[in-house]
């Protein structure tokens, strides 16, 4: 059953629900000698932070990570480590309502039927506050590929309800980008297309105001990842990756490259033609999103995940309590009218993990 | 960099590319006594051979499978079963100008980044003759499932380029709809609309002409699953059965339920409001694809894989050589116009196979 | 890399060093509905804990262990456990002597050679202190296989030096007897045979005089488990129990029931005979050690451990610096000088969850 | 259940049975470009080889092994590699009789309880038929460690009843030295102690001429292996190495290094002091057999196997059918008088697998 494990070389154990002690990730497999400090992990966690904008959720969450093992004078041992994040805003009270509930599009109904007994405070394991130890994890993922080959990973929101952005080149946008706008004031959507995200705020606005909520699609773009990375069969990257962004909560679909476009397309629209380039050898366009046979290509690596707009709304729905009377519910306060904003910094961690893993299984056997 | 095998509990893990000796598949977490015979092997093999039709690869291959190891009197020892397929039409002369020239959209060139050697006499490794072997894991996880629960898992063809089926329930449809036409005879392209059938054959004989080729998307649908099946954090149920479609070639979109239609959707919309049926916990609608949280809802599981056109073209396209010199290729004969049709049993394979993983993982800690 | 998890299904993974902020272990696979408290940790951490007595080391830890996660009401939740016990008596002054020092017997020459970089204030990850997490962990495997099965695991000392213990019949050993003399008072070397301990306590006494240590074996005993755990080729019972203990530090051999002596014997004398008792099929002797062909046979587990003597010794040993310039080194105070005493719990913890995890895999299948 | 797959990295999956079509072995990990034969195979399998002389059970088996995948142009490609031994010499009529009497020894009894259901004719996955596939295994093992970084392991057998050898310096012990004798005759009993070799030939010789069979030891060491590989906790590499030997049938203990003897010494006595010879930091004896705290040392690793006389003797005894009645079982003709020559392979292979493992994982974090 040891489902709480992620990655074959570079693997998360994570444990935690959203109203106990806290979330911790055990994480294995990170070469000796990387500088990391808890600031370096506050840049990531504070991206995915609630409470950071009036489009997020208005929790407050302390979030402060601590090193629990495996560095020593600022540096990974290359022993496995530990990070802690305690809960510490739960406000148990405001959950009392759901223990009996089921609550529309969580797994409250499901988690009875796998385990019989469920922590019914909140989320408990399935809460997304359980992505703060990836995110953490993540951040050390991202050193890691940096270092050893100049990978970076940078995601962002390219579509709040029907509004969609025009991102003509996703491996040039820029983690400022995403995060600022031209004037210096936070991108609070992260879209870098700024009259897109001016629209998305609108719908946003529109939608938390209707005590509704609405989905999108974040688009994640991976550069400087060398040529080879990935396995044949089973453990594609594609295969990995997408493991790895399903693995997030809210997640309905994952595409990369030209993505559910090649159903329309003919052969000869969709292949990229292979040509030299200053001795190396790539494609001028990229609809195979960097990756050919499952393992990559050399050409940066985009994939987009769709997420459904958030379950729980103040608007009342109906619903059933647990045997199965008709009731009705109404979730108080605090959530996000949209998730896609704090899911940018999810997404990247998840991605950069999946690189950072796939990277040491190439130096295993190729060099 | 064991990337081989597929599932914690039931796994299968193979080796085999399309030139050599044959593809074997090993399956370990196979529970005692479950009957299977090669004649039911023979079933899925046959629906993913090439050369069924005029849609399909000419290629013949005769797919005859042995059972090297686990099996008894006719039925399963609990200890690991083999089965093997030899390659017999092979053909190498076929493939020799592959040897130095990189096909667009193939393996070629990211196989020679990974390994700096490859079997070139057609894709090694990559080779869709790999699927072969799964899908004869595939019918063993289908027995398991079907036993054990009622489970199973029907797949078709919703899309071949811009033609779209309709198709209003797709937990309603059967193997024989899928298999055959009203009139007895093969429904050739797997679709069980069969106005847009023939309209898909149309479509596909089109570019066959134009030595071209189309995509197009396939629905896997799992009914009989019960509530309760997958793991709430990184091996949720969505995110086993994305990576297992993922990691089949040519997949470049996988989504469930109302997939990428989410991103427009508000929260009351999206929502699937939960009843109380002849004392079942149910929901009316099915957006959620039957899974919840990454947990089985005890709804049909839907799926959908978006499939890139066949790369190998009869019509020439620019390349480039190993060492980068510009030339061109045109691969003779012998290619699939649109991969649909054999994806279909390929994808419930692996589907079949990620539900048989999951339910032994919940038998091991819920009863 | 990742060497920091055990288990297939019961799975832990641990994080932490000597010196470090804490030991962290998260336990994954518990089954839902496992009553557990701190209180119940400390039964053993406390067996485990230095300072215990004059024949352990005189170092006070706390020793206080938090449950982080998995626990609702005082039961699991079925998701994973997380357990922290923090560092506190660290005193880092006391090891600064050993940065440049390889001292003999340790691993500070082989951590080199590995990751080039070390946290030199103490064993750092392979210091004893990191069994503090498994023997936490095997408090959970206890209470699974006791509810699940009747299952019981104690372990005692049956030899130091050259005084060896005479047990005639390991299985009817009591956690009373091991822990407690006949007139209440603790059995602080943790021998059943009481003579022996006497003489055992004698002899550790004389070495701890001479700045010196000593060697001795353990025996861990299993009752209660049914015949048929285990998998037949490398997942054998006997593999993973091994396997268990010599992951445990000091350990040079493992043997089960007639073990090494075996070597000397003809077949027909160590054959265990089977016979019918009751309705059940058994053996009158059980030099097999309660495991045929690598499956448990319902016959008692019967395991032994060869602990080497402790390597940090008061008295002056001479080694090199890291450059290789010979020196000498001599570790003060606090340490044990026999490992035996305090190995019991390690031991019982390691087999525990072996049989937890075997359970829980044979259940998936057999059920 | 999946306990037929073995390392983490170097990893092999069999399946198998004595009287099924054949043994196959699927590795993955293997790196591309090592070049093998069936001749290399051919080495090991014939040590290995029922029939080789009189000390060994007189079945014939071709063991003719066959690459399945993997191999191109004689070199290993990077992806899985599969061997097919196909049995042969079967001879079911022999076994008719063990359908329903459990034998003395045997995995009989323990089978039918996981299994319910099992291959009466012979040990089934049980019969030590199954390593045929692992020593075919690691003959890449033995390449790959000898490409790498100049590792050899030879094993030899050290102990048969209560005859022992005298092996001064096992790291000098040669491959040519455990196969023949002075003479270029075989070296039958493969110990390398030439006069203790005659005598354990008499004791073999006596008992079978009793019908009866004969316990010992045998010798593995490796040697070459650089210091730093395996790790800190549970992956130690004695302890993977232990599991591996472990997990052949018929051992019932491991000892490395001074093994069982530690227990009688003091830490004084044991402790293998550091010195600097030309530039490298060693020990000038090697009590510690090659590692500390897990990992390995630079000097050679030395471990030992306790062997169990063969448990089917044609000799009669007692036993009981599957409903508990009394009877008596003799099993007739063609079985081992001691498993001791031909344990010395596969004893080989396993140390091999597991170093080439670590060595594997080794490179993915440190280089």
Redesign the interface.
């Known amino acids: ?9 570079f ?1 998360i ?5 959203s109203h ?5 990730v ?1 994480i ?6 990387i500088p990391v400090s808890v600031d370096d992990l506050m840049v990531d966690i504070n991206r995915r932070r609630p409470g950071q904008s009036k489009l997020t959720t208005q929790r407050k969450e302390a979030d402060a990570p ?7 004078e600022g ?1 990974t ?6 990070i ?1 994040i305690r809960n510490t805003d739960q406000r148990s009270k405001d959950y009392s309502d759901i223990k009996d509930k ?1 609550r ?4 409250d ?3 009875d ?7 019914y405070r909140g ?4 809460s997304a506050r ?1 992505t703060t130890a990836r995110v953490a994890a993540g951040v050390l993922a991202k050193k890691l590929i940096e270092r050893d080959f100049g990978g970076r990973v940078t995601g962002y929101v390219c ?4 509004v969609k952005a025009n991102i003509p080149s996703p491996q040039d946008v820029s983690l400022q980008q995403v995060e600022q706008l031209p004037d210096g004031s936070p991108n609070i959507v992260r879209c870098p297309d700024y009259d897109a995200a001016a629209k998305m705020i609108d719908v946003i606005d529109t ?1 938390r105001m ?1 005590t ?6 974040s688009e994640i773009v991976a550069t400087g990842v ?11 990257l ?3 990756l ?3 962004l ?2 997030l ?1 809210a ?26 380039r200053d ?1 190396t ?1 790539t494609t001028a366009t990229n609809r ?2 960097g ?8 050409l940066p690596i985009v994939l987009r995940a ?8 103040a ?1 009342e ?4 309590t647990r045997d ?3 009731t009705a519910i109404s979730t108080k306060g605090r959530h996000d009218p949209c998730l896609l904003p704090r899911f940018v910094p999810m997404g990247e961690a998840m991605v950069a993990i999946v690189l950072a893993d796939h990277w ?8």
């Not at 106990?20 to 911790?24: I, L, M, S």
């Not at 041992?77 to 530990?82: D, L, Q, R």
């Not at 989320?123 to 399935?126: I, L, N």
């Not at 579509?159 to 029907?162: I, P």
């Open positions: 059953m040891p489902g709480n494990s992620f990655g074959q070389f693997r154990t994570t444990a935690g629900e106990g002690p806290g979330n911790v055990i294995d497999g990170v070469p000796p000698g601590e090193f629990l093992a495996g560095i020593f540096r041992t290359g022993t496995s480590v530990a802690l089921y529309p599009g969580h797994a109904y499901t988690y039927a796998r385990y019989g007994f469920r922590d989320g408990g394991r399935s359980e579509q709040v309800g029907s939608v209707d509704d909520s609405i989905g999108g699609v060398p040529a080879g990375l990935g396995e044949p069969v089973f453990d594609k594609k295969a990995d997408a493991k790895a399903f693995s909560p997640v309905l679909g994952v595409e990369y490259g030209i993505g559910f476009g090649c159903a329309e397309l003919r052969g000869s629209e969709n292949n990229d033609i292979f040509e030299s001795g050898i195979h999103g990756m050919l046979g499952g393992i990559s290509s050399g769709a997420i459904k707009p958030t379950s729980s709304l608007k729905q109906p619903t059933v199965g009377t008709p040491l299984r190439w130096k295993a056997i190729d060099r």
